[in-house]
C-alpha cells in the first residue's frame, strides 16, 4: 500500500513538473518566438530603435531584462544590431557568428560569457 502512495505521489511529481515547465522560456535565439514581455507596442517601439541603431532606446526598452543587457553596449550595439537584421533575413549562420563574437553563444558554450546568470556561476 505504502508503495502505491509513494509511487502515485512521484508520479504526479514527474508529470506536474513536466506539464508546469513553461513551453519557451525565453527569445534563445529564435527571431521568430515571441517573448514573454511582447506586445505590439514595444515590438513596433523595438523595432524603431533598431531601424534607427538607437541604443539609448534599446536600452530603456530592455530595462534590464537579460544576459544580453549586460553584454550589449553603445559600442557594440551596431555589431548587435546587424546580427538581428541578418536573423530577420533569415541569415541564421550569419548571425550566429556575430553572437558568438559578442559573447552571446547559445546552448553549446560558444559565447565568451558562458554560465553565467544560468545557475552555475549566478551570483
Known sequence: MNK?????????LVLGGILM???VEAYRGDIN???PNYT?????AMTKAFAN???QAWKELMNGRGRVTQVV????????NQMHQLMLEGKKD?????????????QNGSGKGTGMGYGRNAR
Not at 502512495?5 to 504526479?12: F, N, R, V, W
Not at 505590439?40 to 513596433?44: F, L, N, V
Not at 553596449?73 to 548587435?80: D, M
Not at 550566429?96 to 553563444?105: D, F
Open 4 to 12: 502505491k502512495i509513494i509511487l502515485s505521489g512521484l508520479t504526479a
Open 21 to 23: 515547465t513553461p513551453s
Open 33 to 35: 518566438v515571441k517573448g
Open 40 to 44: 505590439q507596442e514595444r515590438h513596433e
Open 53 to 55: 541603431n538607437d541604443y
Open 73 to 80: 553596449t553603445e559600442k557594440n550595439f551596431a555589431k548587435f
Open 94 to 106: 550569419e548571425a550566429a557568428k556575430i553572437r558568438a563574437e559578442l559573447g552571446l553563444g547559445l
